[in-house]
Structure formats: C-alpha cells, structure tokens
C-alpha cells in the first residue's frame, strides 16, 4: 500500500512538471536578431520556453493559456545597477542610526517586490550593508518575492570615501572602519575587502572609484583609490570568480578604474573622449543611470531634501549624465542598461529606456542592453535575456507595439512572468 502511494505521488509529481502553457502573442521581440516577430504561440514548460511557432496554435492541446494577442512579449529585463536595501526619502540620512538589520530586511522585500511586478526579473544590486545577499538567498529558497539577484553585498571605498559608512557620523560612530567593513587603504587592504566579500557571500565587487553625489563629504568626482589598490581588487577578485563594478563620476577616478580592470563604469558623469576610448580598448562598458541623475537633480532643488553638503553635488552632477551618455552611446562605447534604482523609486526603473532612447540610442537597442548584454555581464547568456527555446521563462509583456511612441506603456506591464511563474498578471 504504502508503495502504491509513493508511486501515485510520483505520478502526481511528474504530471505537474509536464504541464504546458500557451502563450498566443501579437509580437514577440528577438532580442538576438533585433527583430519584432509578428503572431506567435509561445510554448512553457516548468520553468523553461520549450517551443515557440509561427502562428497560433489551438489552444485546447494546453492546460494552461495565456491571451496576449493585443501587447508585446519580451525577454525579463535586467537592471545592472540597484540597492534593494533602501529608497530615496527625506529622512534617509537619520535610518542608517535609526534602523535595525531587521528594519532593512523587512523594507528590502517590499523594494524586490515593486521591482519584480515592474518587469525587472534579474538585478545586480551594487552595495548595501550586507543584508542584500540575505534577501537573495530568500528569494531564492522562495520565501519572499522579488527577481534574481547578483549581489556586491557591501560596497567598497578609502577612508571618508564614497562607500565609508562612517561618513556623515557623529565623532562617537565615526572609528575607523576597515576591509570587513569594506574600506580599503593600501593594497593588502584591498585583497582582504576582496576576500572578505567572497566570505560573505557576495557575487561580485562593487567600488566607489571617485567621491558621489549622497554622500556626506565635500567631493563628488574626486579619484579615491589609487591605480595600485584597483589593480589588487581586480587581480583578486579574478581569483574568486568575480567581476569588478566601479561608481565613478570623474574622469580620473574612471581611467584609473579601467586601467585596473573593472568591468563596468557606473553613473560616468564627466567622462571625458579620452576616458571612452579607453572603455573601448579594455571592453569596460558604460552602465549611465539617467534615471538617478534626473531625480537628484530635481530633489536638490527642494530646501531639506538632501544635507546641504550634498545639495551642491545634486544640483551640478546630476543633470550632465544623460548628454554624456548620448555622446559616449555615438562614440561606440559598450552599454550596459543600469539605473540605480534607491537613489529614485523602486519600481520606476523603465524609465532608463525612455532616457536613453532620448539620448539618441535606439530602442531595440536599449533592450538589448536591457537584456542580451547584461545577461552577457552576469555569465548567464546561455539562460535568460531571449525568448528561445531552452531557456529560462523570464518574460514581461506591455499593451500594444514595440514602439518609441508606446514608451509608457514600459512602466506599467500588464504580464511578468519569472522562471515560467506568472507573479503579474492584469490582462
């Protein structure tokens, strides 16, 4: 008996993972080819994109169905740049005396949440306190909702740099951090952070190249680590398996940064033709967070909203990344879509792809970089970032056409489908 039922549960089993549903959709996008495909059936099983056929197919032969022959489908998108921890607000300078590490999980689940129904099915969350890679791996066993998530875990600065989480603190906090807590100072500093993140947990490294706009401290564009010290994070983090982000807004601290080895250069703000060029040689891409820029430029013009030494760098910095993001898109600089998501809203990061649009690069273009180009920066091209056959079901479907005049319909897809899992569905 008690084996008739462990074989009926087999069964059981089995037929569920079996269990195919129909996608019936207007247009698809192929991402690899940059074409929009015309009436389509596409096929799920599990957690995977099984088949996909010309035409409709009759839906009876399914168990499941889902009707999208007025909208768009299109691979998940990717953000390369977010901090699911937290989200810009006029106290946020008080939270990091005021929160607990319970306070920032509870909030992260709510941020990973809006981002997922935004569309946003895997992000690279660069820095946080930690608790970051706690939410991932949440995520991953299923006990909170949210996208996949590649994480720096805790970003890493130079004393009273960019990342110092001391900045900004009373003398009796300010002590003196060092690599566990992710502030380097020379290069055996720099090797020890590295490691550090490894133990941790973390899936790459993120570090602050230059001074940024929120934090407490007078620069924003200063060079903060020396060629040396990038040098050791990079050769140290290609040990682990690990590819190396840098947020940079002036032009030295970004040269010494490709010059170290770093993958991406986040945010770019005054990157001069020199820097570019260098991008290209070393294949180092460009990762611009318009969106960031926008919205800290408009909030610096509110009395109160961010700490007077902070207001300044808002104000200057922010407005210059769209324009050069529109002269290093026409320069031929690798582009890699990132919006720095935290810094504005959570959930508002299709805005990146009317922004960039705007500056000149063209749509299908920006989904590729949404998609097959950050899906290449993540090692998991052969996975997700296509509508194809044998990969990942990441998909996201907005109303009408793949168009620049249906841009806003971007911010608000009615299907989001994770791993063959609708977790959005307002058909």
Known sequence: MRKSIFLLAILITQMAIAQQTLIHV?????????????????IIEGHKIVSIKKGFVNQADFEGYINLKKHTLMPGWIDMHVHLESETNPKKYLEKYQDDEA????????????????????????????????????????????????????????????????????????????????????????????????????????????GGVLSEAKSGDNPQFTLEEIKAICETAADYGFHVAAHAHGDEGMQRAILGGVKTIEHGTKMSDETMELMKKYDAYYVPTISAGKFVSEMG???????????????????????????????????????????????????????????????????QSATLTNAKLLQIDHEIGQIKETFIADLVAIEGDFDTKNLDAFMKPVLVVKEGLVVKNEL
């Open 26 to 42: 207007k247009n698809y996008v192929d991402v690899e080819n940059g074409k929009v495909i015309g009436n389509s059936s596409i």
């Open 301 to 367: 013009q509110i009395d109160g909203y961010y700490p007077e030494i902070v207001r300044p760098k808002a104000l200057e910095i922010g407005p210059k990344i769209q324009s050069t993001f529109g002269r290093a898109y026409a320069k031929g600089v690798p582009i890699a879509f990132g919006t720095d998501a935290g810094v504005f809203y959570h959930g508002d990061n299709a805005l990146e792809f009317k922004f960039m649009n705007e500056a000149g690069m063209p749509l299908m273009e920006v989904l």
């Open 103 to 210: 306070d920032i999980a509870y909030k992260s689940t709510v941020f990973a949440k809006r981002t997922l129904l935004a569309g946003f099915t895997t992000v690279r969350d660069l820095g946080g306190t930690g608790v970051n890679i706690n939410l991932r791996d949440a995520i991953n066993r299923g006990d909170v909702m949210g996208p996949r998530i590649f994480t720096a875990g805790k970003s890493l600065a130079t004393t009273g740099g960019h990342a110092d989480p001391t900045n900004g603190s009373s003398r009796r906090f300010i002590a003196d951090p060092g690599p566990k807590e992710g502030v380097v100072n020379g290069e055996d500093d720099a090797r020890k952070a590295v490691r550090q993140r490894y133990k941790n947990g973390a899936d790459l490294i993120k570090i602050t190249a230059t």
